[in-house]
């Protein structure tokens, strides 16, 4: 028999099928990511323990009127001088950094943790659960207190952890951390617009930012963006690299903490 | 002189076309990898409010880690039949007690997320893509709710601004 050659399959309309497919993709998809601010509502309470009144030096209250009118502390900020917000937040945070005198009175003073005051309290923290554990009975009180001993430790053990990271990269021996109770209030009205609460979410927000990705780079030459990106994209996984870089951020926070409270509008 | 007569007998060359389906494949798998897919047809009319540093979702919507609620007017019928003229949308229905449902939405969101989903109640993000003119009193109700339910993470949705525009805050 003779050899018959295979005949070649004509190509000529792949091109179209090609197109087709590509059409199909252009139509059903989009380009746009999903952008949003992620916040966090502070967790329900059974019981209401009237809390100690915060000093007023703490609060950076912000407040947007049914008309879009801004009052951050005692200025009035019109709509279109929004962007102003910015700086006046972080002078709330920087003026009193690195001050242990001639403080200005009416913003947050900083209080300067060394890693000896730090194991000073976590000594404590040991002796008084010490005291507790030893006991033969316990009561429903007593395992409270001992819970709240063991919170206590963790929480010395991580600061310990932060300050001895902080030395390592700074060279310095003691850790400016503002005080405890500052933040920042934001109170709006049930007619407050969402493009105007959400704009000054942005402007806390570029405030805060820019201060960490400042101490940030400066710190571990990488910024806080850049660390917090590569974090939510690969938290699941147990590498040291994501291990590192949420250290890194937990420092970050602890120096730069952003504490924005939402005001539930009554009126 | 007969270098340069015309050659009337020629035809014009035709265009070797073989590796067009590689240029179009090419543009198709780029289109593939750089879009997502639109998730459902919205019913509210949505202008998102604009930010700067807004945090990237993707990486939470591919671990389904983030709802989305739309928040506006209707498109088609009658806005004043709503509470304050804003219709919520689930997932693709308008529903009729508005915010109200958003508890009970979450719940049967939690409970229907595949099996090897870890991330607890508290972390899965409720993201709010609420129109620019929306007002906050709706979204505080919504608080409240996910406060109840302990779901405590949100999202404020909004899109990039730029950094030579302004705000796009209505004036009153």
């Not at chain 1, 009237?50 to 609060?59: G, R």
């Not at chain 1, 910015?86 to 003073?109: G, Q, T, V």
């Not at chain 2, 969101?109 to 007002?135: G, H, L, N």
């Amino acid at each position: 028999m003779a050899k018959r050659e295979a005949p070649e399959i004509n190509a000529g309309s792949m091109a179209d099928i090609a197109f087709l497919l590509l059409i199909f993709f252009l139509v059903t998809t989009t380009m746009d990511k999903d952008l949003a601010y992620l916040r966090t509502i502070p967790k329900k309470v059974e019981d209401q323990k009237p809390q100690d009144p915060v000093q007023k030096k703490n609060i950076y209250k912000i407040n947007i009127n049914s008309k879009q009118v801004i009052q951050a502390r005692d200025s009035l900020i019109r709509p279109e001088n929004i962007e102003s917000l910015n700086s006046r937040i972080k002078h709330f945070y920087l003026i009193n950094r690195d001050k242990k005198e001639d403080r200005a009175l009416n913003y947050p003073y900083y209080a300067f943790g060394t890693k000896a005051a730090f194991q000073q309290k976590l000594d404590i923290a040991y002796n008084g659960l010490d005291a507790y554990e030893s006991k033969d009975v316990l009561t429903e009180r007593d395992e409270k207190i001992i819970e709240q001993f063991n919170n206590e430790i963790q929480e010395w053990n991580k600061k310990i952890e932060m300050i001895e990271l902080y030395t390592k990269f700074s060279g310095k021996k003691e850790m400016p951390e503002i005080a405890l109770q500052a933040h920042i209030r934001l109170e709006s009205f049930i007619k407050t617009d969402y493009s105007a609460y959400v704009a000054v979410q942005s402007e806390v927000e570029k405030a805060v930012t820019e201060l960490r990705d400042e101490e940030s780079e400066a710190l571990f030459n990488i910024t806080y963006t850049a660390m917090k990106k590569y974090y939510q994209q690969n938290k699941l996984e147990n590498t040291p690299k994501v291990r590192e870089y949420r250290k890194y951020m937990d420092l970050i926070e602890l120096l730069y903490p952003l504490r924005l409270i939402e005001v539930k509008p009554n009126r | 002189m007969s270098k340069f007569r015309k050659n009337d007998d020629k035809k014009a060359p035709g265009i070797n076309t073989s590796s067009l389906p590689d240029i179009v494949f090419m543009l198709l798998f780029f289109f593939m990898v750089a879009t997502t897919t639109k998730e459902i047809d919205p019913l509210v009319k949505v202008d998102p409010a604009q930010g700067v540093g807004l945090n990237d979702l993707t990486p939470f919507k591919q671990r389904s880690e983030v709802d989305f609620l739309y928040l506006g007017e209707p498109l088609s019928g009658d806005a004043s039949k709503f509470d304050q003229g804003i219709a919520v949308q689930y997932d693709g229905i308008i529903h009729k007690d508005g915010i109200e449902h958003i508890g009970k939405w979450k719940n049967d969101k939690f409970s229907s997320k595949p099996e090897e989903f870890t991330a607890p109640r508290e972390e899965v993000i409720t993201c709010f893509k609420a129109d620019e003119k929306v007002p906050m009193g709706i979204i505080f109700q919504a608080r409240d709710i996910l406060q109840e339910e302990n779901f405590n993470s949100i999202g404020y949705y909004a899109r990039e601004k730029g950094n030579k525009n302004g705000y796009n805050i209505r004036q009153q």
